[in-house]
Structures are given as structure tokens and as C-alpha cells.
Nanobody, 123 residues
Framework: QVQLVESGGGLVQPGGSLRLSCAGFGLTFSQSNMGWFRQAPGNEREFVAAISWIGGRIYYADSVKGRFTISRDNTKNTMYLQMDSLKPEDTAVYYC????????????????WGQGTQVTVSS
């Protein structure tokens, strides 16, 4: 059974930082293209960042480019999202997604999802 488990969410002030982690179980993590998505109340799930299975290709949504950094450690079956200069509009539930078979920014192309972790940016 495949499981993706996110951690690292929380409450942070504007301008602050958080680091999300996504641990993968039951899948060949090192051969899986992975991504991060987020969903705010009343909004559709949106693409945040993606990383290819070996880490050679990285993509970001324009809204987070220059502030967020995606990375992975295949020896630990873990993906990360370093979030800096956080803004109130970054508030959302953040989801880890695994094993993309198509468009890296298309949620429908991912086979597996984590349960989500809440990120709240507020003073």
C-alpha cells in the first residue's frame, strides 16, 4: 500500500519560513516524479512545485518562484518544500503528490496523494 505522509506545516508570521516534508512508503520513490499542490478554502487545488525522479528537472508556479525551493533525498524517500518570505496568500492545505505520468502541473496526472498539512500565514 502506497502512503505519502506530509509534515512541517503550522502557523507562521508573514515573511517567515517553513519547511514541509513528504515521506513516501510502498512506492519506488527514486523513480517517481513528485509534486506539491495546495488548496485554500473555496479554491481549487493548485500546482506549487514539481521535481523529476532524479531531481534534474524542477518547476515552480509563478506565484512561488524565488520564494519556495523543492528538493528530494532519494536515500530517505523524502521530498521537501522550503518556503521562505511567506505571504498571507500562501495560506492553504499543502499536499504531496507522487508518480506523475504526464503534466507536472496537472493534479490529474498524479497517482498518489498525501493527507495534506495546513500552512497558515498570519500576524
Amino acid at each position: 500500500q502506497v502512503q505519502l505522509v506530509e509534515s512541517g506545516g503550522g502557523l507562521v508570521q508573514p515573511g517567515g519560513s517553513l519547511r514541509l516534508s513528504c515521506a513516501g512508503f510502498g512506492l519506488t520513490f527514486s523513480q517517481s516524479n513528485m509534486g506539491w499542490f495546495r488548496q485554500a478554502p473555496g479554491n481549487e487545488r493548485e500546482f506549487v512545485a514539481a521535481i523529476s525522479w532524479i531531481g534534474g528537472r524542477i518547476y515552480y508556479a509563478d506565484s512561488v518562484k524565488g520564494r519556495f525551493t523543492i528538493s528530494r533525498d532519494n536515500t530517505k524517500n523524502t521530498m521537501y518544500l522550503q518556503m521562505d518570505s511567506l505571504k498571507p496568500e500562501d495560506t492553504a492545505v499543502y499536499y504531496c503528490a507522487g508518480q506523475s505520468r504526464g503534466g507536472y502541473d496537472n493534479a490529474r496526472s498524479y497517482a498518489y496523494w498525501g493527507q495534506g498539512t495546513q500552512v497558515t500565514v498570519s500576524s
